[in-house]
């Protein structure tokens, strides 16, 4: 896989993850469970891959491993307890990480709300996890809320939820995500003119359309 380019992961940075989601409908969308544990977040980066089971010390020795610009995907199968909180997000942070997504639990979500890493994970509980596995990133395919994840591939998330893809994927993505947040814009500019949203849309004649029976897709006029 050829990583994205700096100029590409500054653009796929400033889209929306359901913009990247319309331009791409293949995308993989982890469990929506797994959601945005601090809020108004934008997360893209490639994966570093953590089994961690119930133990936050494979989460720790990959925060301090993993390049600046990685996503640590966790990965806590059947697990009860946190595997990371204030502590391995404010050491993702200070080392220049992507962000941190849990299949699984985190806690201290005050402080994680001060850092302001985006942090993911299905929620959160006061009950740490032990200490004991050395064995740090596995950097082998895991399983994020039934999807898999490889190393390297690109992991996006933001309030609305998370998304995976390769970075050929988001590649040929940015482009008619870009088109989608111009025309939606523009969309919103005119509602706020006072001009209705079927008007902006091709809404009269893809329901006359589908009521025929004929292909049809919805589409903006803008």
Do not use: Y
Not at 202 to 212: P, V, Y
């Amino acid at each position: 896989m050829e990583p994205l380019s700096a100029e590409e992961l500054g653009r796929a940075r400033a889209l929306a993850t359901s913009s990247l989601c319309d331009a791409d409908k293949t995308l993989a969308l982890p469990d929506p469970a797994i959601r945005a544990m601090v809020p108004d977040v934008r997360m893209v980066g490639p994966a570093v891959t953590v089994v961690a089971p119930d133990d936050h010390l494979p989460v720790l020795l990959a925060a301090a491993q993993a390049a600046p610009g990685s996503v640590l995907v966790v990965v806590n199968p059947r697990g009860a307890r946190a595997v990371a909180g204030e502590l391995v997000a404010a050491e993702a942070q200070r080392r220049g990480l992507a962000g941190v997504v849990i299949d699984g639990w985190c806690r201290d979500r005050a402080g994680l709300r001060r850092l302001g890493l985006p942090v993911f994970a299905r929620g959160s509980t006061p009950a740490s996890g032990s200490a004991r596995d050395a064995r740090g990133p596995d950097e082998a395919p895991v399983a994020l809320g039934g999807v898999p994840v490889r190393p390297g591939d690109l992991v996006l998330g933001d309030d609305d939820g998370l998304a995976v893809a390769t970075p050929d994927q988001v590649r040929a993505a940015l482009a008619g995500a870009e088109e989608v947040e111009r025309a939606e814009a523009a969309v919103l500019a005119g509602m706020r003119e006072g001009r209705g949203l079927a008007d902006s849309t091709n809404l009269a004649d893809h329901r006359a359309a589908r009521a025929d029976g004929r292909d049809s897709s919805l589409a903006f006029l803008v």
